[in-house]
């Protein structure tokens, strides 16, 4: 099958990683610890590593904020970008602290109620003290922060022609300066609106999108928004950095954002698990096998599928496709398969210890490697 | 903002509900009980009409179970499918027992070593019982049990291509007898297979889809493949009937199926809660408050939006939008706005009260009404 084509856009530099371009897609997150304090962030920071947040976004609501952020930076692994609102001193503060990008809605900084002309000139020192020290800027629009008169003029709803305008005078606010490191994220709690509005500004230029759905909510709903959104995008196509909103822990956000890319084909990473819904024919207790096979899933990298499915309906074609399966019998046996060919038969009490062989070893082998390789 | 321009699809009865057409894009699930087991069966369809099943499947595996589809019929609201695999007599016996629908896959029935032309007779014999009982027939096809020869033809691969010309070689099987009641669908685990083959169905006919991504999986990844799959399709305009296929209790099936059409505003049910994913900026316990205002989502039918956001960057914008928002303000104050206009500033343990109030009396009143109206 043909694989989604990407639609084309520059290549931006974010510290060591790559926006853009054929670059990855990548997966970042946002910590929601008080940014001043260096080690709750720091080791917030090195669980989202661990989990494969490959860019993380801090919040800087005051200058304390930025003045931790060399301190902070030094210590993570990742690319550090600074999360900036109204004051363009925290902006200017955070670059010199050394952040590989910052993230500015030009719709409100310096406030809301500045001149447009005021408003350029703001914009205009934080672009050249980026350019000086090759830091990325996101111009990040929101339906909940729209410009007054785009409100105004699309009569008070943040519609995705408003989203897509507002985002183009910001951007063309940035570039007015001859900068063109840009990443551009539109985001709106409406997954409708979301979408439509990248697809209008994907015609637009050649800026790479970092994709979300804001304030998404929590648990099934924000995870049900962002795969949604960010997924329909990515399958047509659109959308080089995805960052998934969720309201709790900010590790969900990377796990789900690599379910996201995973389901897609468009990264792999670790155990994939297919396992059937099922139903009055299952002979194997599916979910608790499933659920077994997932608490491997810190341990290993390699990319790995297995099936779990209940009966042989449709177990044994999905058996083809993956590196391993599990499929129900009559008289609850289990059949193992391994890239499609039949190995055995086995009893339930022996599906966890056969499989425990196995994903301990594809964990140990792989951790063998990783340390060699260091 | 442009509401999403649904395909056209020729409208089908099943049982009182409808399927196609202009009819509302319905939620299905489909039970894991031993069918057998009429009281487990009854009482696990009736946890599911209350989370909003709309139609419900049951496994058909031997004909004790295709027996006691009358008594279950009788004790449940909603249409009932019977999902039958390889022996006609099962899907026989299913429609003389009064179901509304029966689940058929044209490519397995009769078991998969059938001459073609045999597999007609039983085709025929099946769709002469549904056309005089008005029984609806889904044609489901599914990436685990595709044909034989198109196996070959596709080299092994179960191609959105291969996909959709068994699904189109099994309506027609169908339809050459005059029938025209067919729900089709076409899954498999892949995401981007299934929205390819599904885009190419649709060019074919107007045929209902019923969507769903098949063995999706456990929780996260599961609702990420299942929001993705359906989620594209739907927001292309694609889809008249939703099941999201997730290994564990159904009803989880029925709440994202309907986070699903919600998020895309295609239905309005209850309440919706809008969060903030927090960050360093946050003045209140959003998670906390949001997971509060969820523990009365069972009890509240009529739609109605909340905001709880942590700070003011979005908040003020979000409130603008949400039937009632909680924005938290500097100090740890939270202010209240209700439809856009600011109502009162609030202290941190104030807030589960007033919203304790506000929630159980959106209830109550429903309730009320609800039981008038009966």
Redesign the interface.
């Known amino acids: 099958?043909k694989?989604?084509k990407r639609r084309k856009t520059r290549l931006i530099k974010a510290g060591r990683a790559r926006i853009g371009g054929k670059s990855p897609i990548s997966v970042q997150s946002?910590?929601?610890?008080?940014?001043?304090d260096v080690r709750a962030t720091v080791r917030q920071i090195k669980g989202l590593e661990r989990a494969g947040c490959e860019i993380i976004r801090?919040?800087?609501?005051d200058i304390a904020?930025a003045k931790v952020l060399k301190e902070i930076k030094r210590k993570i692994n990742i690319p550090l970008v600074a999360?900036i609102?109204f004051d363009p001193q925290l902006a200017i503060e955070s670059i010199n602290r050394g952040v590989d990008g910052i993230r500015i809605n030009p719709g409100?900084i310096g406030g809301v109620e500045l001149s447009l002309k005021q408003r350029k000139e703001i914009v205009k020192s934080i672009v050249e003290k980026a350019r000086t020290r090759k830091v990325y800027i996101r111009v990040g629009v929101?339906?909940?922060?729209?410009d007054k008169d785009l409100l105004r003029k699309y009569k008070?709803?943040?519609?995705?022609e408003a989203l897509a305008e507002s985002a183009l005078r910001s951007i063309r606010m940035v570039e007015k300066f001859g900068f063109r490191d840009i990443v551009v994220s539109l985001k709106s709690?409406?997954?409708?609106?979301m979408?439509?509005a990248h697809e209008i500004l994907a015609e637009k230029g050649d800026w790479p999108f970092h994709l979300g759905v804001?304030?998404?909510?929590?648990g099934?709903?924000?995870?049900?928004?962002s795969?949604?959104g960010i997924?329909?995008l990515l399958?047509e196509g659109i959308g080089d950095t995805i960052r998934v909103?969720?309201?709790?822990p900010?590790v969900?956000?990377v796990?789900?954002g690599w379910?996201?890319l995973k389901?897609?084909?468009l990264r792999e990473k670790g155990l994939?698990?297919?396992?059937?819904?099922?139903?009055?024919?299952?002979k194997i207790e599916?979910?608790n096998i499933?659920?077994y096979i997932?608490s491997f899933s810190e341990s290993i990298e390699k990319p790995f599928t297995i099936?779990?499915?209940g009966c042989i309906?449709?177990?044994?074609?999905?058996a083809?496709?993956a590196d391993l399966a599990i499929v129900g019998l009559e008289s609850k046996k289990a059949a193992v398969f391994k890239k499609g060919k039949f190995i055995k038969n086995i009893q339930p009490k022996e599906v966890k210890p056969f499989l425990k062989a196995i994903l301990t070893n594809l964990g140990t082998t792989q951790n063998v490697k990783l340390r060699k390789s260091k």
């Open positions: 099958m694989p989604i946002m910590t929601n610890t008080d940014t001043r801090v919040a800087v609501p904020s999360d609102h409100n929101n339906s909940g922060s729209l008070d709803k943040a519609t995705p709690t409406d997954v409708l609106t979408v439509r804001t304030e998404a909510g929590m099934k709903t924000g995870i049900v928004k795969a949604m997924g329909s399958l909103s969720l309201s709790g900010p969900e956000e796990k789900v379910e996201i389901s897609l084909k994939t698990v297919i396992s059937c819904p099922t139903c009055a024919r299952t599916v979910a499933a659920k997932e099936a779990v499915m309906v449709n177990g044994l074609g999905e083809q496709w």
